[in-house]
């Protein structure tokens, strides 16, 4: 499994915003969109500080830089990114 991992600088008082705005892109079946299918999201937020971490879960590595490269195309629902890196996920326990 292979994580893209995004960072986002937000307003604290615009992140109850971004979290609807990412609820309904999943909602409206962004994780079904070419490139990115089966793909895994997880949001984190911290409300005082307004930084959220998103979390998208690969199969393989080929299909994660497929998927960066779909939202790196999309417009941002999350706030202004400072940054994207990319990871193995050697251990987990999602199904």
Excluded: C, Q
């Amino acid at each position: 499994m292979y994580a893209r991992v995004a960072t986002f600088d937000n307003d604290p008082a615009k992140v109850e915003g971004a979290i609807a705005r990412i609820r309904e892109n999943i909602d409206a079946g962004m994780p079904d969109m070419p490139g990115l299918e089966g793909t895994k999201f997880l949001m984190l937020a911290d409300r005082e500080s307004g930084k959220m971490i998103g979390i998208a879960l690969f199969e393989s590595e080929e299909a994660m830089m497929a998927g960066d490269a779909v939202m790196n195309a999309g417009p941002g629902a999350a706030g202004s990114r400072s940054g994207v890196e990319f990871f193995e996920v050697p251990v987990h326990t999602l199904g």
